[in-house]
């Protein structure tokens, strides 16, 4: 996949500054100057932006048909080893689109859910790829903005961000977000994120185990491109088969985990990446 070009402006966000990517190049998304996801790849990784900071990255079908695609796109580009999803703006996402939620609420429960299982499918999507997937936060992530990051495998935070589930403050639910939210935190903390609608601090947020690592704002695109270079570079066969044994070992029992563990571990000795990076270290 080469990096994406576009004819048409640069897209902006607050303050009328130019959506930029890594190394200050200009980030372009597929389908033209109103792109909602811009897609860059250098180095392996594959940045791909939120790009509605006006509307604070809410998402819409629209972005939600953009991103899902773009994720397909960059499962099957072999120049691609690591995902990273950012935003442009002052806000990483906050959730849904109030407009298109509001007018949801005059069609039948059965267009609904189907509408939801769109958002439902691009979270699918990020958990099936076999390539890692980073979300890059800053600002607010909020309700499925929140749950778009945590369904992701890395959650690398700026500080100063805020996480939080505010639906219940709308007499909503946060349905489509549970089972991300369930799955990072213990059921008390995620009764208590739902039922409140409270925002945590991303300090709180790594304390509960919502997000990975928070980082410092002063180093934060250092960190973070460290990060990504350090997964680009890693063996893409290991980190592949580490997302699947820790997917499926969530419904095993414990001699069961084990037994997957020694497939895995013997499945992992076949790949070239091992070989090689074995051989390499004896020889020093």
């Known amino acids: 996949m080469a990096a994406s070009e576009a004819a048409g402006t640069g897209a902006r966000g607050h ?5 930029r990517g890594h190394g200050g190049t200009e980030a372009r998304g597929h389908g033209g ?24 990255n809410a998402l819409d079908r629209r972005m939600i048909a953009e991103l899902t695609a773009a994720l397909t796109r960059c499962d099957l580009a072999a120049d691609v080893r690591v995902i990273a999803l950012r935003a442009a703006g002052q806000d990483f996402c906050a959730g849904l689109d109030l407009e298109e939620l509001l007018a949801s609420a005059d069609l039948t429960p059965e267009d609904n859910e189907r509408r939801a299982m769109e958002l439902g499918a691009l979270f699918l999507t990020l958990r ?23 369904a992701c495998d890395l959650v ?3 500080a100063g961000t805020q996480f939080g589930y505010p ?20 059921e008390k903390v995620a009764f208590d ?16 185990g919502l997000i990975s690592r928070l980082m410092p704002a002063e180093d934060f695109e250092g960190d973070v491109t460290t990060l990504l270079a350090q997964l680009a570079a ?8 580490i997302k699947r044994q820790l997917h499926q070992v969530e419904e095993l029992g414990f001699e069961a985990g084990v037994t997957l563990g020694a497939r895995v571990n013997a499945l992992a000795r076949t790949t070239p990446e091992f070989r090689k990076s074995l051989e390499a270290f004896l020889q020093k």
């Open 33 to 56: 100057t109103g792109a909602r996801v811009l897609v860059e790849v250098s180095g392996g990784v594959a940045t791909l932006t939120l790009n509605r900071p006006d509307k604070r």
């Open 128 to 150: 099936e790829l076999p390539k890692v997937s980073v979300a890059v936060v800053a600002g607010r992530a909020l309700a499925g903005g929140c749950g778009l990051a945590t």
């Open 15 to 19: 303050g009328g500054t130019e959506a």
């Open 156 to 158: 690398v935070a700026k």
């Open 193 to 208: 994120l739902a039922a409140t609608g409270r925002l945590v601090t991303g300090e709180e947020a790594e304390q509960l």
């Open 234 to 241: 890693s063996s893409p066969s290991a980190l592949a088969l």
């Open 167 to 186: 639906e219940i403050q709308r007499g909503f639910v946060p349905a489509m977000v549970m089972t991300m939210l369930r799955r990072s935190v213990g």
